[in-house]
């Protein structure tokens, strides 16, 4: 003969088992919603820089003959500027703070790290049309002119 409480239990497991049939189970965070990932560009479409990117991002070669070399691979080649980032010749430097001067110009503090030795530098920046001047805490100076970007 069966007990109450063996059915009572019997019953309530029929129901979860029911009622977990009956109710959609999938997690809150899912949604009926499509998911749409964001189109790659094409190969007519050019990838492009951000509307807030500073004025100096950018390749910069000491001369225009040299802006065919890939950015900081030889001596001498291009340095460039994007995306938080300096890249030189044998090095390459995360860009911290900025500060903007009043009269265009830019310091930025770098942490650079050089043959596997890593320093702290500033670097003030300037910008002037299509061309590029930097000089260092150290005193050191360079002029640059921007390469023009591929099409």
């Known amino acids: 003969m069966l007990d109450v409480t063996s059915i009572r239990v ?8 029911l009622a977990a049939v009956a109710c959609d189970r999938r997690p809150k965070t899912e949604t009926d919603e499509p998911v749409i990932e964001p189109a790659a560009p ?3 479409v050019a990838p492009q820089k951000p509307a807030t990117a500073p004025v100096y991002y950018g390749v910069w070669a000491a001369k225009e ?3 065919d070399i890939a950015p900081g691979s030889a001596d001498p080649s291009p340095i460039a500027f994007a995306e938080g980032e300096f890249v030189g010749y044998e090095n390459r430097c995360h860009i911290g703070e900025v500060q903007e001067g009043t009269e265009g110009g830019y310091r930025l503090s770098l942490v650079c ?4 030795v890593e320093a702290v530098q500033t670097l003030d920046v300037d910008v002037d049309g299509e061309t590029l001047r930097l000089k260092w805490q150290n005193g050191g100076e360079a002029t640059f002119v921007r390469c023009k970007e591929e099409e």
């Open 10 to 17: 019997g019953l309530a497991v029929v129901c979860i088992a």
């Open 42 to 44: 094409g190969e007519d």
């Open 65 to 67: 003959d040299l802006c």
């Open 113 to 116: 790290v050089s043959e596997g």
